[in-house]
């Protein structure tokens, strides 16, 4: 059973266009994290947010945490090749780790 | 720093059979996570080990189990081998097994296929 629904599920966009991904639960997150997946490539950690409403920005990437904590977006600005690959959010709630269903983007140059 | 390594890189098993795959953690850390990824899909957590013991399992059957070392290495071995088990195995280390925030580093898995 999937805790955190992710959508879209699959995207193919243009090099230089903007994009959201969404992650969302029908329970309240203590704390949230997003990652992203290589092909060939265990997940790497992108950002944690821990509070209502917070936002936080990796250079391209701006990620928003939800006001009640049960959701969450990534929106990238002006994509490259380089942000191919799956995007997952996940719910670490101790001593088990719950990922979400996935976004798999692909940038065309 | 080492980082996390997984071996072997790719099986191939039949049905019926049993598999063990192996995780080294990262320098450190006491706490390895499995988890088993379908093409496309986000990982599904397996279980969890905290210095040797089995602290947290995800919807597996017993034929799936583990091993944790006093070195915090880790195996994962599946019996009787079913095709849907075949997928990417990911391990993952992290520092402890406590933290809401604790950040997880994975290998690169273990490609399974089972015919």
């Known amino acids: 059973t999937q805790l955190l629904e992710q959508s879209p599920q699959f995207l193919s966009i243009q090099e230089g266009e903007n994009l959201t991904v969404y992650c969302n639960s029908s329970s309240v997150f203590s704390s949230l994290q997003w990652y992203r997946q290589e092909p060939g490539e265990g997940p790497v950690l992108l950002v944690t947010v821990v509070t209502g409403g917070e936002v936080k920005k990796l250079k391209r990437l701006t990620f928003q945490f939800g006001d009640a904590r049960k959701d969450s977006s990534l929106h990238i600005t002006a994509a490259q090749p380089g942000d191919t690959g799956l995007y997952l959010c996940a719910r670490p709630p101790g001593n088990q780790f719950y990922f979400g269903t996935g976004t798999s983007l692909t940038v065309i140059p | 720093e080492t980082g996390v390594t997984q071996s072997p890189t790719h099986l191939i098993k039949t049905r019926g059979q049993q598999v063990t795959l192996r995780c080294s953690s990262q320098?450190?850390?006491?706490?390895v996570s499995w988890y088993q990824q379908a093409l496309g899909q986000g990982p599904q957590f397996i279980f969890q080990y905290y210095r040797e013991e089995e602290n947290g399992r995800g919807n597996f059957p017993p034929r799936f189990s583990g091993l944790q070392f006093p070195n915090y290495s880790s195996e994962l071995n599946v019996n009787a081998l079913e095709l849907d088990d075949s997928a990417l195995y990911l391990c993952?280390?992290?520092?402890?097994?406590?933290?809401?925030?604790?950040?997880?580093?994975f290998g690169p898995g273990t490609r399974l296929t089972v015919l």
């Open positions: 320098s450190g850390h006491n706490t």
């Open positions: 993952a280390s992290s520092l402890d097994a406590s933290g809401f925030t604790d950040t997880q580093y």
